[in-house]
């Protein structure tokens, strides 16, 4: 099993900042592959940006309509997962989740319990 707790969601205006947290404990080696997904009101969860990997081998993978705005890292000697989000739109107002999976290009199998996002136009 693996435990993933989430951080740092709030409210901010549009075009600011905030930077998201995942603290991953319990079995994480079987959590190759973290990240982010998102859940506004009466949407479908939906993918955000996934990592895996390390120094030259990391791979990353950002929905189209964040890119270059958002930014996924992960700190390895902590076992934690960052989303630096940039240029907020009030559009992007959701529940946001860390996850875990064993294998790129699997849905996850571990979530966090999500933390809120709130961005004001």
């Known amino acids: 099993q693996v435990q993933l707790v989430e951080s740092g969601g709030g409210l901010v205006q549009a075009g600011g900042s905030l930077r998201l947290s995942c603290a991953a404990s319990?079995?994480?080696?079987?959590?190759?592959?973290m990240g982010w997904y998102r859940q506004a009101p009466g949407k479908q969860r939906e993918l955000v940006a996934i990592i895996s990997g390390g120094g030259t081998m990391r791979i990353t993978r950002y929905a189209d309509s964040v890119k270059g705005r958002f930014t996924i890292f992960k700190d390895n000697d902590n076992n934690s997962v960052y989303l630096q989000m940039n240029s907020l739109k009030p559009e992007e107002t959701a529940v946001y989740y860390c996850s875990a999976a064993r294998l790129w290009g699997t849905d996850p199998e571990y979530w966090g319990q999500g933390t809120q996002v709130t961005v004001s136009s």
């Open positions: 319990g079995s994480i080696f079987v959590a190759r592959v």
